[in-house]
């Protein structure tokens, strides 16, 4: 996996560009290959760019233009979020553990609310292909005003100073936002752990590890959540009562479990202050070269 810096990048703008070019290419790639199902399409797509969005923000104090970037990627991928929560209901209903007719009914309610056609479907594709086009056309010419730590060190230690805070904010509030903002920073996490993994791999790929995890966690408690909403819009005509309150049981204890995992990986992925942290894998960096 090409995604990360390395030490034979000639500078951090030339390994900046170099990143950020094969990730375009690699969205390319997908949206153009016809063997490619369309859920597929969107999830590569979808997930590109949040790994973008991670590699500017990491850089975002020394790159002027990073702001207007990560804002003109999150609007192309939010095109294609009702494509992608269509599919993850399906995906997220074949986990719970309910009797296969129930499981069955549920589908079927589900498969009859309204989705875009396949014609929208592909002007979708489209548009987002034309977005990611112009953007990769952009990051041909982004260019740091720092290099090496200079231009590493501010962004990340800022990056995890808003996955603590985020942390701490889903941990001691109720508003589920505060969770799905806790879910984006810990997204940033992952990815700049992984961008800077060359740091001390050893101990790096195991960091990356955990942060994937806290991820999958918290993209579970994500999904179950919009199932959860799906249920409870499908007109009562259409779905058993008795098959809905099982459902609904399960998604909730499924939710909590999710969750609690999250916090506790959380937790330890967050122990250090954002000036350790980021003074550590300095120090792991340039003790390489």
């Known amino acids: 996996m090409a995604y990360r810096f390395k030490s034979g990048d000639g ?48 850089v975002a104090p020394v790159l002027p233009d990073a702001r207007d970037e990560i804002a003109a990627l999150r609007d192309a991928a939010a095109q294609l979020s009702a494509l992608r929560d269509k599919s993850a209901l399906a995906e997220t209903l074949a986990r719970l553990d309910l009797p296969e007719d129930v499981s069955a009914n549920l589908g079927a309610a589900l498969n009859k609310r309204r989705s875009a056609g396949a014609a929208a479907q592909k002007r979708l594709l489209a548009s987002f292909g034309g977005e990611m086009g112009a953007a990769a056309g952009r990051a041909q010419s982004w260019t740091l005003t720092q290099t090496g730590w200079h231009a590493l060190a501010p962004g990340l230690q800022r990056s995890h100073r808003r996955f603590r805070k985020s942390f701490e904010s889903a941990r001691r509030g109720q508003d589920e936002d505060l969770v799905h903002e806790f879910r984006k920073r810990a997204k940033d996490h992952w990815y700049q752990t992984l961008l800077l993994r060359g740091a001390f791999p050893e101990v790096m790929y195991g960091y990356a590890a955990a942060a994937e995890r806290l991820c999958d966690d918290l993209g579970d408690w994500r999904d179950l959540g919009l199932l959860k909403a799906a249920l409870m819009d499908v007109p009562a005509h259409r779905l058993a009562k008795s098959d809905a309150v099982a459902a609904l049981a399960l998604i909730s204890n499924a939710r909590r479990r999710a969750l609690r995992r999250a916090f506790l990986t959380a937790r330890r992925l967050t122990g250090e202050t954002p000036g350790a942290y980021t003074a550590r894998l300095a120090a792991w960096s340039k003790s390489r070269s």
């Open 11 to 58: 500078s951090t703008s030339e390994a900046l560009r170099r990143i950020a070019a094969e990730e375009f290419a690699a969205i390319g790639s997908a949206l153009a290959d016809k063997s490619v199902p369309l859920h597929r399409k969107v999830h590569e797509g979808r997930k590109a760019t949040k790994r973008l969005r991670a590699l500017l923000r990491l």
